[in-house]
């Protein structure tokens, strides 16, 4: 069923949000990008438009939803606001690379919509950003936007992560809403601690650090003037520096609109011309050579063909498991290293199952595992058969393993033992 237009709004609403919050969780680098990058023919008023360009990228999700389409839809949005605030000047550069990662963010936000590292990759941005811009004179005018900005980060940081946290523990759904004694049991903490916080990075802290230094510097000077009777030496100020004259500007003669042309196909050309170039170079070694340059271009081509997953959390969910303990995730990790340190070995082998059973599951994801490898992006909500379909209109020419499949969710689901010659017949059909 094709979703309607109100709910393509709200959804697109929501995820703008979350992208302009993920921006003010980096707004530090912003900071830096304006008094360090930004040329000083470009008026920072056109920063305000590097969100409009998220909007626009998660306007067009739906049609790059393929990650060279994503870059290639990213770069044309970065080069359009590189024109139109540069030209084609040298000063176009940074707002075309700025352009082109806020459009890529716009379009690829589906899949960061319900990931909440941002959060904390911000705090720790924010807390760099408190100590540094105080010290270095041209980001001290800056420092009270940092210190507001970083106070309403830590806050949506808690909240945000409170919240998938509750939803988690409690097995609720993300349209479903909490239990309402879990919820006011929680929100007496989370008042309390965002309160706290709240006041420290106002600069509660900041006075209480001050108040200790100043005691403890205080006491020590006590101490030392008490054991000596001499008074430390007066600061000499030292004189300024001799102004360096200036040379005299000459006059700049600005070009015509018909050299703004030429400079534009010229720039125009010379981009096709090189990645024509690049194409055929990547062609030429993909056909007649082999090893590590086959394979790093098998590898480049597979990233280029990764779609990005829908969002659909109410979907099914085949295999799913969340039990945390100590044991198993210490002993994940010595088989982890076990398997990455035995050279030639693999732990996913067919002589180490031990059932039918388990040799038809493992003949399914040598199968998944075999599309993935060549650029299929397999999707965890659905189901066995659904994940067929998938993969047939991925790819139009591949003959549906119903065998398999049928196997597979007799095994799964079924409580009837396979036999070990289909089994074994299947394993010689598939050729794995």
Same mark, same amino acid.
């Given at each position: 069923?094709?979703?309607?237009?109100?709910?393509?709004?709200?959804?697109?609403?929501?995820?703008?949000?979350?992208?302009?919050?993920?921006?003010?969780?980096?707004?530090?680098?912003?900071?830096?990008?304006?008094?360090?990058?930004?040329?000083?023919?470009?008026?920072?008023?056109?920063?305000?438009?590097?969100?409009?360009?998220?909007?626009?990228?998660?306007?067009?999700?739906?049609?790059?939803?393929?990650?060279?389409?994503?870059?290639?839809?990213?770069?044309?949005?970065?080069?359009?606001?590189?024109?139109?605030?540069?030209?084609?000047?040298?000063?176009?550069?940074?707002?075309?690379?700025?352009?082109?990662?806020?459009?890529?963010?716009?379009?690829?936000?589906?899949?960061?919509?319900?990931?909440?590292?941002?959060?904390?990759?911000?705090?720790?941005?924010?807390?760099?950003?408190?100590?540094?811009?105080?010290?270095?004179?041209?980001?001290?005018?800056?420092?009270?936007?940092?210190?507001?900005?970083?106070?309403?980060?830590?806050?949506?940081?808690?909240?945000?992560?409170?919240?998938?946290h509750l939803r988690y523990s409690s097995l609720s759904g993300e349209?479903?809403?909490?239990?309402? %004694? /879990?919820?006011?049991? @929680?929100? &007496?903490?989370? !008042? #309390?601690?965002? $309160? *706290?916080?709240?006041l420290l990075a106002a600069g509660m802290g900041k006075i209480v %650090? /001050?108040?200790?230094? @100043?005691? &403890?510097?205080? !006491? #020590?000077?006590? $101490? *030392?003037?008490?054991?000596?009777?001499?008074?430390?030496?007066?600061?000499?100020?030292?004189?300024?520096?001799?102004?360096?004259?200036?040379?005299?500007?000459?006059?700049?003669?600005?070009?015509?609109?018909?050299?703004?042309?030429?400079?534009?196909?010229?720039?125009?050309?010379?981009?096709?011309?090189?990645?024509?170039?690049?194409?055929?170079?990547?062609?030429?070694?993909?056909?007649?050579?082999?090893?590590?340059?086959?394979?790093?271009?098998?590898?480049?081509?597979?990233?280029?063909?990764?779609?990005?997953s829908p969002r659909n959390i109410n979907a099914y969910i085949d295999?799913?498991?969340?039990?945390?303990?100590?044991?198993?995730?210490?002993?994940?990790?010595?088989?982890?290293?076990?398997?990455?340190?035995?050279?030639?070995?693999?732990?996913?082998?067919?002589?180490?199952?031990?059932?039918?059973?388990?040799?038809?599951?493992?003949?399914?994801?040598?199968?998944?595992?075999?599309?993935?490898?060549?650029?299929?992006?397999?999707?965890?909500?659905?189901?066995?058969?659904?994940?067929?379909?998938?993969?047939?209109?991925?790819?139009?020419?591949?003959?549906?393993?119903?065998?398999?499949?049928?196997?597979?969710?007799?095994?799964?689901?079924?409580?009837?033992?396979?036999?070990?010659?289909?089994?074994?017949?299947?394993?010689?059909?598939?050729?794995?």
């Amino acid at each position: 069923m094709k979703p309607s237009s109100v709910f393509y709004l709200k959804e697109t609403v929501k995820i703008w949000i979350s992208c302009l919050i993920e921006l003010m969780m980096v707004l530090p680098i912003w900071v830096l990008f304006q008094v360090y990058i930004l040329p000083a023919g470009i008026h920072p008023i056109w920063m305000s438009v590097l969100p409009l360009l998220t909007l626009t990228g998660i306007l067009l999700r739906s049609y790059f939803h393929i990650r060279w389409k994503q870059l290639i839809g990213s770069l044309l949005l970065g080069v359009g606001i590189g024109l139109i605030t540069g030209g084609t000047s040298m000063s176009a550069i940074s707002m075309t690379v700025a352009g082109c990662t806020c459009s890529y963010l716009g379009m690829t936000a589906v899949s960061r919509y319900h990931s909440f590292r941002i959060y904390w990759v911000g705090i720790a941005l924010y807390f760099m950003a408190a100590i540094f811009f105080q010290r270095i004179p041209e980001l001290q005018e800056n420092t009270a936007l940092i210190t507001k900005a970083g106070i309403l980060c830590v806050v949506l940081a808690l909240l945000m992560t409170n919240r998938n946290h509750l939803r988690y523990s409690s097995l609720s759904g993300e349209s479903s809403p909490l239990p309402q %004694g /879990l919820r006011r049991h @929680n929100q &007496v903490f989370v !008042f #309390l601690f965002v $309160i *706290i916080t709240a006041l420290l990075a106002a600069g509660m802290g900041k006075i209480v %650090g /001050l108040w200790v230094w @100043n005691s &403890v510097r205080n !006491f #020590l000077g006590w $101490i *030392i003037r008490l054991f000596s009777n001499t008074s430390p030496p007066p600061v000499q100020e030292e004189a300024p520096p001799a102004v360096m004259p200036e040379m005299p500007i000459g006059e700049s003669n600005d070009p015509g609109l018909l050299a703004h042309i030429l400079n534009i196909s010229f720039y125009i050309l010379g981009i096709a011309a090189v990645g024509a170039l690049s194409y055929l170079t990547l062609r030429w070694l993909y056909r007649n050579t082999g090893g590590i340059w086959r394979r790093a271009i098998e590898a480049l081509l597979t990233i280029l063909r990764r779609e990005q997953s829908p969002r659909n959390i109410n979907a099914y969910i085949d295999e799913e498991k969340s039990v945390f303990t100590w044991e198993k995730t210490v002993q994940g990790i010595k088989d982890f290293w076990r398997s990455k340190l035995a050279v030639g070995t693999r732990r996913d082998l067919w002589e180490n199952m031990n059932s039918s059973k388990e040799r038809v599951r493992w003949l399914y994801r040598q199968w998944l595992r075999s599309k993935r490898e060549k650029g299929y992006e397999a999707k965890s909500y659905l189901t066995p058969r659904e994940t067929e379909e998938d993969v047939l209109k991925w790819a139009s020419s591949q003959i549906a393993p119903d065998k398999l499949l049928e196997m597979y969710e007799k095994a799964r689901y079924g409580e009837i033992e396979p036999s070990a010659a289909d089994v074994a017949a299947l394993k010689e059909q598939l050729k794995v």
